[in-house]
Structures are given as C-alpha cells and as structure tokens.
C-alpha cells in the first residue's frame, strides 16, 4: 500500500506556527488545562477521572452531525453507532438537512429533553450551539465536539481528525507543487462560520507568507455552504471572475466534488487545479479523468469511532476532558487528550490515481 504520510513537512512546520495556534486558541474563549478547573463548567462536579472505571453498558449516545445528507457526515456518524454496539451502547443520529447552527440548536434541545449520556456534535457555528451545550453539561450531559469544533467551555473534549496545521498547510503545498508555485488560487469553503475550514483557512494563509509561496496570490475565499449545488455554482462563479486562476483548493468533500464536477465537465479541465479534501469514493472518478491529480483526507470511519469512544469514556467517568488523561478506543488503542482537550486522530493520506483504488470510503 502506497500511503504517504507527510510526517517530515508536519515536524518542520510546528515550530513557525506555534505563535498561530495560539492566537487561534485565544479565539477559542476558555482553554480547559486541569480536570479541577472543568468541575464547574460541567455542572456535575465530580471532575476526578477514574482511568480504571470500566466502560458503562447501554450509554445512551446522540451523533449530531453538520447536515445529515452529507456522504461524508453518514460515513462517520455510521461508524460511530456500529462502535457503540462494541461497549453495549446505543448510539443515533440526528440533524438538520442544511449545514445551519440555528436547527441544530433545537436538536440539542430535544436531545437535553431526551436525557442522553451524551450528545456528539460537529458545530456549524462555534458560538451559536455554545450556550445550549453548556446547558447540557450543566445536567450532566457529556459533549463530544467531533469534526468541527464549539468552544472549549461549551464541550468536554474535541475529536480532531488530524492536526488544524497540517490539514491547511499541507493544502497549499500540495496546490503549490501543482501549479509550479506561481498564479492565481481561490479557496471554495464550506459555510462561512465552519470552525474546522476557517481554522485550515487560517493556516492556510500563514503559510502563503511563506517565501517560497511567494509566487501564489489568493485572490478570494468563496463559501458553497456544503451545499452540492452552491458549491457548483462558486466553483463556475470564480472561473469566471478570475480568468488567470490557476488553482482551487476546496477543503470540504461536498466542495471539492462539486468542484470537480464543473470543471471536468468544462474548458477549465487540465488547466485549473484542483485539490482540497475529499473522499476516495466521489473523487475517484476525477482523478481517473485527470480533472484532479492529489487530494487528501483522513479515515472517516476511524473519526466517528474514536468520537464514540471518548463519548463513552467520558459518560464512564474515565476521562474528564483534562489534557494528559488516557483511554482506550477499542481498536484504535490507547488515546491521550491534548491541550484545550483535544484528541488527535492521525495524520492525512494524500489520494492520486495510484493509491487511489486501495480506498473504499
Ligand atoms: C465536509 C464537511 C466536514 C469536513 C469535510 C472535510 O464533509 O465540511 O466538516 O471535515 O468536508
């Protein structure tokens, strides 16, 4: 299996970027850094992890994805519930069909009324759910932010698909190498408040300061509101707008399908790039075509598992959300909870037509 890790790039960045990641934390509101200072937040005050606890049976858990009709989302959420199976849970998804904070608000509502152990959320807007999951934590609710993270106060841990850094300046070399480092790029996002794009986006920025990106301008952020049909349009939209582009970066698999679906279907195919985020399963189609040569993307399915996991830890009192806690994700193995209560799942795989077939996702 042909995997490329882009382990050396990732060391070689976190050095320049630490001054980033935490102005991007100080955005975050609150940082949790000690299992004594959660106690409050969470309403429960019993804040003391028992590393020993053995894992509750029949933990009632809630996956409240972005939008419900986003391959991508059904993926992860999917494989969380079959995880739950795995510690005797029962797991479901809920949510809105439109990637909007304003319907997820009343689900979390319904979801508090339900009583579930936990509630499992990719926040479409950091601040808007915030106040309804404290609410939550304040009756012992147990909140997962996974894919697209609230504020650290507003959830007990935050299940990270990979490294924020990594994801967006991985991004820009991979486009770079592309376009031999010189032209015009455009950046296709999700919705404008997608905490997960707008922090990759962030980086993404930093590391077009860079000297040896010197050669690329960004010139504009469009959002397709991870709506296919959106998402087609700004695609056409910017083509349009800025005849001398020479490369889209899409990091959303709704916008980078979409994406490619116009210009493989256009005059642009072979001259614009494309790259970004995206399953094997849609793009596999446009790497064959040659509309698209890289892309990168995590195991979806490991996502929601490992979000499972820490769900049922949490509930299980074997983790408090505190940085240096451990638990076990079943297959996954042992996991460590990071700063601002952070779990990583692991670094990218970079997909090109021949590792392409070896995905099934
Ligand atoms: C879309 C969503 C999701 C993001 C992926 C990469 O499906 O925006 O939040 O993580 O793309």
Known sequence: MTIRLRAPRR??????????????????????????????????GNATANPNAPLKKGLKLAFLPKQVNNPY?????NA???????????????????????SQVSYINTLIQQRHDAILIAANDANAVCGPLKQAMSKNIKIVAYDS??????RDVFINQASSEEIGRSEVKLLSEQIGGKGEIAILSATANA????????????ELKKPEHSGLKLVKVAYGDDDDQKSFQQTQGLL?????????????????AAAARYISGSKYK????????????????????????????????????????????LSSGQITGAQGEKFKAGK????????????????????DSKNIDQYHF
């Open 11 to 44: 060391l070689a960045a976190v050095a320049t970027a630490s001054a980033l990641a935490l102005s991007l934390a100080a955005c975050g509101g609150t940082t949790k850094d000690s299992a004594s200072g959660d106690g409050d937040a969470k309403g429960g």
């Open 240 to 256: 349009q707008a800025y005849p001398n582009l020479k490369g889209i970066i899409s990091p959303t698999t709704v916008g980078i």
């Open 332 to 351: 996954l193995g042992e996991r460590s909870i990071g700063a601002n209560g952070e779990v990583i799942l692991g670094p990218p795989t970079v997909f």
């Open 149 to 154: 993270d609230t504020n650290p106060e507003c």
């Open 80 to 102: 969380g519930i079959a995880a739950a199976k795995e510690f005797e849970g029962e797991a479901k998804e809920v949510g809105p069909s439109d990637a909007s904070a304003s």
């Open 195 to 206: 905490t997960n794009q707008n922090t990759w986006i962030k980086f993404m920025q930093d």
């Open 73 to 77: 989302e059904t993926i992860v959420d």
């Open 270 to 313: 072979g001259k614009v790039a494309l790259t970004g985020l995206g399953t094997p399963d849609q793009m596999r189609k446009f790497v064959k075509d040659g509309t698209v040569k890289e892309f990168e993307l995590w195991d979806p399915k490991n996502l929601g598992y490992l979000a499972s996991y820490a769900a049922a830890a």
